[in-house]
T-cell receptor, first 115, second 113 residues
Framework: KAGVTQTPRYLIKTRGQQVTLSCSPI?????VSWYQQTPGQGLQFLFE???????NKGNFPGRFSGRQFSNSRSEMNVSTLELGDSALYLC??????????????FGSGTQLSVL | GQQVMQIPQYQHVQEGEDFTTYCNSS?????IQWYKQRPGGHPVFLIQLVKSGEVKKQKRLTFQFGEAKKNSSLHITATQTTDVGTYFCAGLRYGGATNKLIFGTGTLLAVQP
């Protein structure tokens, strides 16, 4: 069974641009969560989607948005990039989100550098 | 707001020494999970604890969930260089219509051979 796939693996953008990251969950998983990780920081929760609906949202500005498609694939978009947006963006999928059986499977992440 | 703190933030040990990281939540959790992230890698699920006072072992790793379900610990006996990485706890908090998995701040373990 294929794992969580994130594309692209690396991305370099300049300030003011926008970026779209993609995540394909494990087959059968309907929940996708996004996290931002910066050096020395923990995992900052961005949002979670389940069956095309955003169920939870972290404390990030409106420049960060996401969506989920009917095949459970998800995208996140960051508009008007700032230098501080440089980070590893991780996507995680799960089978039974928000339950005692929830277990996250992470992708390898997209390393975004904003110059 | 709700937080999950881990201490220490960083620990450097000699190979063969023991290591413990502690996870503390400001609210009661329904369960707690532990993940390990190797340098340059992504977090990988290790284990889940559900019951108050639960203790689970995986070879040299021992996980505990506190009686009040607000804290947890991970203890590694006789560390090896393969244990290097950042260990995250993640607590599941029931919150009405939706539940949230809240990650701790992580503990980076360095093991010197």
């Amino acid at each position: 069974k294929a794992g969580v796939t994130q594309t692209p693996r690396y991305l370099i953008k300049t300030r003011g641009q926008q970026v779209t990251l993609s995540c394909s969950p494990i087959s059968g998983h309907r929940s996708v969560s996004w996290y931002q990780q910066t050096p020395g920081q923990g995992l900052q929760f961005l949002f979670e989607y389940f069956s095309e609906t955003q169920r939870n949202k972290g404390n990030f500005p409106g420049r960060f948005s996401g969506r989920q498609f009917s095949n459970s694939r998800s995208e996140m978009n960051v508009s008007t990039l700032e230098l501080g947006d440089s980070a590893l963006y991780l996507c995680a999928s799960s089978w039974e989100p928000g339950t005692a059986n929830e277990k996250l499977f992470f992708g390898s992440g997209t390393q975004l550098s904003v110059l | 707001g709700q937080q999950v703190m881990q201490i220490p933030q960083y620990q450097h040990v000699q190979e063969g020494e023991d290591f413990t990281t502690y996870c503390n939540s400001s609210t009661t959790l329904s369960n707690i999970q532990w993940y390990k992230q190797r340098p340059g890698g992504h977090p990988v699920f290790l284990i889940q604890l559900v019951k108050s006072g639960e203790v689970k072992k995986q070879k040299r790793l021992t996980f505990q969930f506190g009686e009040a379900k607000k804290n947890s610990s991970l203890h590694i006996t006789a560390t090896q260089t393969t244990d290097v990485g950042t260990y995250f706890c993640a607590g599941l908090r029931y919150g009405g219509a939706t539940n949230k998995l809240i990650f701790g701040t992580g503990t980076l373990l360095a093991v010197q051979p």
